[in-house]
């Protein structure tokens, strides 16, 4: 049973910083996208970076610069650092993990199709 989870939300200033993880167990095929998205309230969900097992990655251009997407190559653990945060960066974060995507550009553009979702972790950032 594929299984994801999330870890390292928070509440900092605008400026700051924090470490998304996403820990992912029981899953069987050596070729993924794996993608961090984020839904802020009253807004639909969108791809904010994406990695694959290529080692390509894709930014959503309201990011580019300040996150970096990352994986553990010891373990099937994720990051996304989050750098020079803004107040519009408030959203619970999603980490998801699909077999069948090709690319990180792909995997962006698939903020419900993608076939393994973690519950998610609140990020809130203040003014």
């Known amino acids: 049973q594929v299984q994801l989870v999330e870890s390292g939300g928070g509440s900092v200033q605008a400026g700051g910083s924090l470490r998304l993880s996403c820990a992912v167990t029981g899953y069987p095929y050596s070729r993924y996208c794996m993608a961090w998205f984020r839904q802020a309230p009253s807004k639909d969900r969108e791809g904010v970076a994406a990695?694959?097992?290529?080692?390509?990655?894709s930014y959503a251009e309201s990011v580019k610069g300040r996150f970096t997407i990352s994986k553990d190559n010891g373990d099937n653990i994720f990051y996304l650092q989050m750098n020079s945060v803004k107040p519009e960066d408030t959203a619970m974060y999603h980490c998801?993990?699909?077999?069948?995507?090709?690319?990180?550009?792909?995997?962006?553009?698939?903020?419900?199709?993608?076939?393994?979702w973690g519950k998610g972790t609140l990020v809130t950032i203040s003014s």
């Open positions: 998801a993990i699909d077999p069948r995507c090709m690319t990180a550009i792909q995997a962006l553009d698939l903020p419900y199709g993608m076939d393994y």
């Open positions: 990695i694959d097992s290529a080692g390509s990655t």
